[in-house]
Every structure is written in structure tokens, then in C-alpha cells.
């Protein structure tokens, strides 16, 4: 799975741009996006999703089920 | 270029004619308005300082938003470079732009740091009067360090002159206390509403802190903690701090004067205390749930009741993010991106500072007309007070129409002198439900508490409905400087009431205006 940002939803505030450990997120368009195969859910980074934490719109960074559970590499 | 501030045209003070040399020197090699704002001059050194100590007041002499006496005549910007935000306020809603720092948030386009130093050079060639050039989001500065650092370095090598200031909600600035004095930056503003967590926790649902998302007390108590601390640091550097606070009525009103003492302990040097912004449709947490704002007169009990303590602010005008010019006037409009990106900046140091020149020549002779006036009045030992109203463009002057007045300045007369203590709003009138025949009540409402009121000129009209209101209209001191001009009316008012012409009686409350300052020609 990956996390997905709900354009609809987005301020483009880009709080969630720099936290982002993997640099997966970016501007598109005026709003938001994260690159679903840069994603890692944080794991292996975070206790929680940085995106999820830092928005200040509730419900906006989802969780993409369109996408296989990321795997960390052993 | 496009000049649509076409009001100008009307402008009839007389600006000393060196004056218009320059300017209009100045406007020739850079396609762009010059107009608006004030062709008007004036700016001081020793004056004004008030009971600032010397080495501060040198520093903040020719800051708008730091010195009541230079908002007259001194311009700021703001470049919003810093969309995003670490902590979520309840009188702030993202989705509609950012309630606190100017209405904190609103701006038109972000911009990059790029876009944003060649905006800073656009405007100060074009208003020679742009001193200060500050960073206050739209989000928080320092959540956008990388953005906000970037700006401050390529406007430190264009325009050397211009001074920088940032304003924080204070959560990351302990972490950014060194990179502050290493870029220079001798103006920083933290907006602190509490330092009881209790009471934070009321206005805060969370802050973003080591990566998680902290709620309730806990999280007030890690955003008190960093404020005071940020505060401390940047005082023990030498760097001068400004601390705002919101205005909640019922959650911080009282607390504000703690607040007002802990801040003044670690060094702060000036406290704006500021209304709550929160009409329903701005969608903020305190908006939806009914939260009001203060009224005129509460707001000016608490300023009263904390000055003593240290300097309060009075003239803050709460604005964008992104506004441009003299305070209480917005030229952003002139100078958005499309615009600055057409142009073609010849940033001239010299003629910036030949104009500053005659800036500070006016002033002189504004503060040595007020201490002449002053002189007369000594001796006058009445306990009344009153307040006047005054429609001004900038430099000290009473040189508005009332009918284009988009704000009235608030001075309080007494045996002391004058003293200004604040401005009233009435830009929006047509909104809200309101008509045009109701805009004069409206402007009655916000200058409610004041017996006078000071214009450049006025209508029939509006001149009898003043007096039926029990404002007085007062036209004879046109394009005459404002301090000067209201003491001698004062003198004028006491002798009246003494001789029994006429009885003082006391105004009510007048209401504070919401929402932005919306520029008319936007």
C-alpha cells in the first residue's frame, strides 16, 4: 500500500513536502502528490505516516489500497 | 505601468516639490505606479522614541510596524514564500489561507525565493519608502526554513538597505536562533496567546513536533516551552522581539496580562495585543463555534491595562501575508508575479536614500509642531479625555477625504497631548449584507466612541449625520499635521466646556471590524 492525497481535500499548505522522509511528495497541478513508488507508509522511518501527521486538513493523505503492502527490503 | 489607483488623481496636499522630483525620477526608469501611498513625506530620527531606550529606538525608528510614529511614513512587505505550518490554531482555517500572522495568511500567490527577491527590488525602487521587508507565511517561516533563508539571502545582496524581519509562531525557533544571526535579521515577531497550557489547549488542537502530532495540554505545554525559550535565545543575541497575541475573549483576555509579564522578563520590547478575527464564514474553528471577537473598548482596557509594563503596539493593522506599502494601505494588487516578471528593476540605492532624506525632514518638523503645540497646553490640568477620529493617507497628515477613508486613526486627547491608541476599519461595508445607503451608519458604529472626527474635507450629508450622531466634524485642520491639529482642538474643546458653550459628555463602545483589509481597486 502506499499513501495517496486527496487533491479535492488539499490546501497545497506543502507542510507535508519536507517531512516527507522518502521525497516521494511534490506539487502537480497546484495541489500535492505522492509518488506511489517512492512511498514506504514511513516505515522503517516513523511511528506514523509524516504526510498524516503534519496535515492540517483531516482525511486528506489516505491510504491507497489500489497498491501491494510495502515491503522493507531485508 | 497600469496605475489603476485612479483616486489619486484627486490628491491635492501640497508634497514639497524636491519631493516630486524624485519620485517622479524614480518612476521613470521602472514601469510602475508610484502614486498611492504618499507622495508625502516624513520620518524622524531622536523623536518619537517616547521612553524606548536609545539603542533600540535607533533600530526601530524607520520600522512601520515597530514604531507607531514611522507607520506614518514608512512602508513594509511581505513576501509569501512560506505556505506551510507546523501547529493548527482554532482561529485559523488552512483551507481558506491562514487566519493569525495578517489576516494573517491571505496572499494571492505564493511565491519562490527567486520571484520573491526580484519582488522586494520591484518595490522598493518603486516606493522609496519600503524599509522593511518581512516573512510571515502564509504558513510559518521557520517550517519553511529552506524558503524563508533562501529569500533573506538574495534580498541581503541586492538590496543591503532593506531591513529583515520575520514573524513565528515560535515552535521551531529555538532550532533556528543561529541561522537568524547569521542572515542579520534584527526583527523577529512571535505570536505567543498563552503561557498556561490550560488555556493553550483551548486554542491549539495540535502541533507537529519530532514528527509526530501532539494534541491537548501537552501539546500547549511543548509550544509555551519553545516560545519563551526562542524569546530568551533571540534577546540574548541582541535581537529585538516583538511578541503578538490574540485577543480571545472568555480563553485568554485575562491571561494576556500574565502573558504580557513573562514576555517583558525575557526581553521583549514591544506586545501587540490584536482582536480575534473570526466571522463564521472563514470557516475557523472559533468562527464556527460563535466565538466573538473584542469590542473597541475591551481591547483598548486590556492595551491600557498591560501598558506600564512595557510598550504595547496600537497600530497594527493585521495584515496579508503578501501586502505591500504603508500600513493600512495595500499596493499588492501593483505587483503580482505577471507584473514583477514584465518589469525592469533598476534598484537605485541613491535615490532611495535622497528620498528617505526628505522622509525624515518632514518628520522633524511634524514632532517640533507637536512639541510647540504641546507647549500651550501646559498648565491645562483637566482629568477629561477624549477621543478623535482622523482620516489620513500616511505621513502625519490629515489629508483624506471623508468619503474615501478606508480607516479612521484613533487619538486619545488629554492634558498629556496626543496619543494615538488605535484604527478602526470601515473598508468593508458592502459586504456582509450591508447596502451603500448603510455605509455611513456603519462608519458612525466604528467611530462611535470618539467626539470628533478630523478629514480632509466632507459632504453635507455625511456632516449632519455626524452631528446627529454626536460626532463633531472637523474640517479646518486640512493637509495640517495630526498631532498638532488635534491638540489645539483639544485646547479649544476644554475652553469650550469650561465656559460652558458646551457639556462633555461620554461615547459609547465602537465595533471592530472583520476580515481583511480588501484593497478597493483589488
Redesign the interface.
Known amino acids: 500500500m502506499t499513501y495517496k492525497i486527496v487533491a479535492s481535500q488539499c490546501?497545497?499548505?506543502?507542510?507535508c513536502?519536507?517531512?516527507c522522509p522518502n521525497v516521494a511528495i511534490s506539487e502537480k497541478n497546484g495541489t500535492f502528490v505522492i509518488n506511489p513508488k517512492k512511498c514506504t507508509e514511513c516505515i522503517g522511518y516513523?511511528?506514523?505516516p509524516?504526510c498524516v501527521?503534519?496535515c492540517?486538513?483531516d482525511n486528506t493523505c489516505i491510504i491507497d489500497t489500489s497498491y501491494p503492502r510495502y515491503q522493507p527490503s531485508a | 505601468m497600469d496605475d489603476s489607483r485612479s483616486f489619486d488623481a484627486y490628491d491635492s496636499e501640497p508634497a514639497p516639490a524636491q519631493l516630486d522630483d524624485i519620485m517622479q525620477k524614480i518612476a521613470e526608469h521602472k514601469g510602475c505606479g508610484t502614486s498611492g501611498g504618499s507622495g508625502k513625506a516624513s520620518c524622524g530620527s531622536g523623536a518619537g522614541a517616547g521612553d524606548m531606550p536609545a539603542e533600540i529606538w535607533e533600530k526601530v525608528k524607520n520600522h512601520p510596524c515597530y514604531s507607531e510614529e514611522a507607520h506614518h511614513h514608512y512602508a513594509r512587505m511581505h513576501v509569501a514564500v512560506a505556505p506551510a505550518c507546523n501547529i493548527q490554531c482554532n482561529y485559523c482555517n488552512r483551507k481558506y489561507d491562514c487566519a493569525n500572522e495578517s489576516r494573517p495568511g491571505v496572499v494571492s500567490e505564493k511565491l519562490t525565493p527567486e520571484q520573491a527577491a526580484k519582488k522586494v527590488l520591484a518595490v522598493a525602487s518603486a516606493i522609496p519608502q519600503m524599509t522593511v521587508l518581512g516573512i510571515a507565511g502564509p504558513g510559518d517561516p521557520l517550517a519553511n526554513p529552506g524558503k524563508t533563508f533562501k529569500t533573506f539571502e538574495l534580498i541581503s545582496e541586492a538590496a543591503p538597505d532593506i531591513k529583515l524581519c520575520l514573524s513565528t509562531n515560535g515552535l521551531a525557533l529555538p532550532d533556528h536562533v543561529e541561522t537568524i544571526k547569521k542572515f542579520n535579521v534584527d526583527h523577529v515577531t512571535i505570536t505567543i496567546n498563552m503561557t498556561d497550557p490550560d488555556i493553550g489547549a483551548e486554542i491549539y488542537p495540535w502541533v507537529f513536533w519530532k514528527h509526530k502530532r501532539v494534541t491537548g495540554k501537552e501539546a500547549a505545554k511543548i509550544l509555551t516551552d519553545r516560545q519563551l525559550q526562542g524569546l530568551e535565545m533571540l534577546t540574548a543575541n541582541g535581537i529585538l522581539c516583538k511578541v503578538n497575541s490574540v485577543m480571545i475573549p472568555g480563553v485568554n483576555d485575562d491571561h494576556l496580562v500574565t502573558v504580557n509579564r513573562e514576555v517583558k522578563s525575557r526581553g521583549a520590547f514591544l506586545h501587540n495585543i490584536m482582536p480575534l478575527i473570526s466571522s463564521p464564514e472563514h470557516g475557523t474553528v472559533f468562527g464556527l463555534n460563535g466565538q466573538r471577537g473584542p469590542s473597541a473598548q475591551e481591547l483598548k482596557a486590556l492595551q491600557d491595562s498591560c501598558e506600564g509594563e512595557m510598550n504595547m503596539m496600537r497600530h497594527c493593522r493585521q495584515c496579508r501575508a503578501d501586502a505591500v506599502g504603508l500600513l493600512g494601505e495595500d499596493r499588492s494588487a501593483e505587483f503580482t508575479t505577471d507584473k514583477i516578471m514584465e518589469m525592469e528593476v533598476n534598484y537605485d540605492l541613491s535615490a532611495r536614500q535622497a528620498y528617505q532624506e526628505k522622509v525624515e525632514e518632514e518628520r522633524l518638523a511634524k514632532v517640533a509642531a507637536r512639541n510647540a503645540e504641546l507647549e500651550s497646553l501646559a498648565g491645562e490640568n483637566a482629568d477629561l479625555k477624549i477621543l478623535v477620529a482622523v482620516a489620513t493617507k500616511g505621513s502625519g497628515r490629515i489629508n483624506e477625504h471623508f468619503g474615501h477613508a478606508t480607516e479612521f486613526q484613533i487619538y486619545e486627547l488629554s492634558s498629556d497631548g496626543a496619543k494615538f491608541v488605535g484604527h478602526r476599519r470601515v473598508d468593508l461595508y458592502c459586504q456582509g449584507g450591508y447596502g451603500e445607503d448603510d455605509a455611513l451608519e456603519t462608519v458612525i458604529r466604528a467611530i462611535n466612541d470618539c467626539t470628533a472626527v478630523f478629514v480632509a474635507k466632507i459632504g453635507h450629508c455625511p456632516k449632519d449625520d455626524l452631528i446627529k450622531a454626536g460626532i463633531d466634524p472637523v474640517d479646518q485642520y486640512a493637509y495640517e499635521f495630526i498631532e498638532q491639529s488635534a491638540i489645539s482642538y483639544f485646547k479649544d474643546y476644554l475652553a469650550r466646556v469650561k465656559s460652558g458653550e458646551i457639556t462633555h459628555v461620554t461615547r459609547g463602545d465602537a465595533d471592530i471590524r472583520q476580515g481583511a483589509y480588501v484593497p478597493v481597486n483589488a
Open positions: 490546501t497545497s499548505c506543502s507542510a513536502e519536507a517531512e516513523f511511528d506514523v509524516q501527521a503534519v492540517p486538513v
